[in-house]
C-alpha cells in the first residue's frame, strides 16, 4: 500500500517502443515530475514456443542492441529528457517480467498503455493482467487518453467493503490535489423482471451506509485530505460506469481488486473486457489489502 504521508519514488514505464506506448510515456513522465520520482522503463523482448524451436538467433538479437534502440526512440519522443530515465530490457513472458522487475526495483506505480496487439497489447487484456494483478500489489496505471494536465477528477469504485475502499485511499494518496467521487452500483436478484420500481430510497440507503464507512475504521483514525462524493446507482458497474464516467468528465478511474474478487472480475474479467474499450479516461487497477 502507498503511503499517505509520501509520493511515489519509483515508477515504472512497461513499453514495448510502439506509438500505442506514447501517452503511457507522457503520463508517467508528467507524474514522475510531479512526484520527483524516479522513472524506470522496462521492454520485453517475450519467447514463444515458436521461438524456442527456432534455432536462428532471435531477430531482437540481431538487430541493434536493444537498449540503445529503446533509448533512442525515447529520445527522439521527449528529447533531452530520455537522460533522467533508467533503462531495462528483459526477455521472458510480459507479465512476470513487468512483475519481478517492479518487485526487485522497489517501484510504487506500474504505468503502461493501452492496445489491442502487440507485446503490450496482449498484456493488459484478459487473463494476462489478472495473473499480472495476483502477482503483485503494486497499482498499475492503463493510459489511453492525452496528457493534458494533472488528474483533476479522480473516481474509485467499491462495493461497499471497508477492504474495497483501498482504492479510494490509494487514489486519495496518489491526487491529494484531485476532486474525489467514491462510486458503489448495487443489485438486487432477479430485479431484472422489476422495469418500473423506483429505487431511489435503497439509493439513499447506500449511498448513507457509504458516508458512515468513510465516518469509521481507517478513515476515523487517518482522515482523507479532501473530501469525498459519494454516489450509489443501482444496476452492474459495467452497464453504469462508462456512462457516468462520461458525463462527469472523469479523468481517472480506480478500480479496487482481491486479485480473484467479484468486483475486478466484472471490470476486467473475462465477462466484461469490453469494458476497457468503452470507459473513457485512463483506469487504476489497485490490489485490496
Not at 32 to 54: K, N, S
Request: with cysteine; proline share 3%; glycine share 6%.
Amino acid at each position: 500500500m502507498i503511503a499517505e504521508s509520501t509520493s511515489p519514488r519509483r515508477i515504472l514505464l512497461a513499453t514495448d517502443l510502439s506509438c500505442r506506448s506514447d501517452r503511457a510515456l507522457d503520463r508517467a513522465f508528467a507524474l514522475a515530475e510531479q512526484w520527483a520520482a524516479e522513472l524506470i522503463a522496462v521492454t520485453v523482448a517475450e519467447t514463444t514456443a515458436t521461438d524456442m524451436l527456432d534455432e536462428r538467433p532471435r531477430k531482437w538479437r540481431r538487430q541493434a542492441d536493444t537498449t540503445e534502440r529503446m533509448r533512442w526512440r525515447l529520445a527522439r519522443d521527449v528529447g533531452g529528457k530520455a537522460t533522467n530515465i533508467r533503462m531495462i530490457v528483459a526477455e521472458g513472458e510480459a507479465a512476470s517480467a513487468i512483475s519481478a522487475i517492479a518487485q526487485r526495483e522497489q517501484c510504487d506505480l506500474i504505468v503502461t498503455g493501452f492496445g489491442h496487439d502487440a507485446t503490450l497489447g496482449r498484456i493488459f487484456l484478459g487473463s494476462t493482467v489478472d495473473r499480472l494483478v495476483r502477482e503483485t500489489r503494486i497499482p498499475i496505471l492503463v493510459v489511453r487518453e492525452r496528457t493534458a494536465g494533472a488528474y483533476a477528477r479522480v473516481l474509485a469504485t467499491t462495493d461497499a467493503s471497508e477492504e474495497s475502499l483501498e482504492a479510494l485511499r490509494v487514489a486519495s494518496a496518489l491526487f491529494p490535489a484531485a476532486a474525489l467521487t467514491l462510486f458503489h452500483a448495487f443489485d438486487y436478484p432477479y430485479s431484472s423482471l422489476i422495469d418500473d420500481r423506483d429505487f431511489s430510497h435503497e439509493t439513499g440507503l447506500k449511498e448513507a451506509e457509504l458516508n458512515q464507512l468513510l465516518q469509521s475504521g481507517t478513515f476515523q483514525r487517518d482522515p482523507l485530505k479532501q473530501a469525498v462524493k459519494t454516489v450509489a446507482r443501482f444496476g452492474s458497474p459495467e452497464a453504469l460506469l462508462p456512462d457516468y464516467v462520461e458525463d462527469h468528465c472523469i479523468d481517472l478511474t480506480v478500480v479496487g481488486s482481491n486479485g480473484h474478487g467479484a468486483l475486478f472480475d466484472a471490470l476486467v474479467g473475462s465477462t466484461h473486457r469490453k469494458l476497457l474499450d468503452t470507459l473513457e479516461g485512463d483506469m487504476l487497477i489497485v490490489r485490496e489489502s
